[in-house]
């Protein structure tokens, strides 16, 4: 190992842990192509209603249509989302967060984008109250979750993966990231995006998606029943079109490690 990565102790994985856990809990989120549209439309009218619908000078916006194409979703889609959300008619969607304890005491974190806060939270607590747990108050789970920004970007030809680390590391990167052959995935503090951003695009990097996601900091281990117990819970709050993520702190199974 070089030496100037073992002074700064940075750390290049071909898979990191935070890398399996966002890979564990996004397979089965965003597996439904039509509900991961809908979430995506959601986000663009969000963003368009911060930013305006010029993608060249609205980073936000930028960041969720390169998501989107990742995603597969068809330029016509993304084109009409972002022409809907200039409409007089369109809805104005809120971000809100419900966070409780579900079953065997397993913390549950729901982001959400609603445009009737009332019938989410009642929504969102039904689950809650189904299978037995409780939603609790704003913030107070948060601390048992890194709220983290996370760019996945293609690596140049010839590139120095430890000289761009280095060079980010002033822009709030974490020292951990996840080296996948063609692709790296950098992650940093949820206030830095916009800085990680602008760096990478001035740099031209392509961005392959970019996105906020929570780690937990510390899993707990459950057995296969009731594992597939919080799965179950999990599966119905994503069924909720206002849902946007769902975090737990349940420990990945050893297959999706």
């Known amino acids: 190992m070089p030496a100037f990565l073992i002074e700064t102790g940075l750390k290049i994985t071909p898979m990191g842990r935070a890398f399996e856990y966002r ?33 060249e000078n609205n980073p936000h916006l930028r960041a969720v249509v390169a998501n989107a194409k990742r995603e597969n979703m068809p330029k016509d889609n993304v084109e009409r989302a972002i022409k809907n959300a200039m409409g007089k008619d369109q809805k104005d969607y809120k971000e809100m967060v419900y966070e409780g304890y579900g079953p065997f005491g397993i913390a549950v974190l729901v982001e959400t984008a609603t445009d009737n806060t009332t019938r989410t939270v009642a929504n969102v607590r039904s689950v809650f109250n189904k299978f037995g747990g409780t939603l609790g108050t704003s913030d107070s789970l948060d601390f048992m979750f890194s709220h983290k920004s996370v760019f ?53 990097y392509e961005i392959k998606s970019s996105e906020f996601t929570r780690i937990p900091t510390d899993e707990k281990e459950l057995n296969a029943e009731q594992r597939a117990t919080i799965e179950k819970m999990v599966e119905r709050l994503e069924d909720d079109e206002d849902v946007q993520n769902v975090y737990t702190n349940l420990k990945p199974a050893e297959d999706e490690e």
């Open 152 to 204: 996945t970007i293609a690596k140049k030809e010839g590139m120095s993966v430890e000289d761009l680390i280095l060079e980010l590391i002033d822009f709030g990167v974490d020292e951990d990231v996840d080296d996948d052959g063609d692709e790296l995935t950098i992650y940093g503090e949820f206030q830095s995006f916009n800085l990680i951003q602008k760096y990478l695009e001035e740099n031209q």
């Open 23 to 55: 890979k564990a809990t996004k397979m089965k989120r965003w597996g439904n192509m039509a509900r991961t549209f809908t979430r995506i439309g959601k986000q663009i009218a969000i963003a368009v209603k911060a930013g305006g619908p010029d993608i």
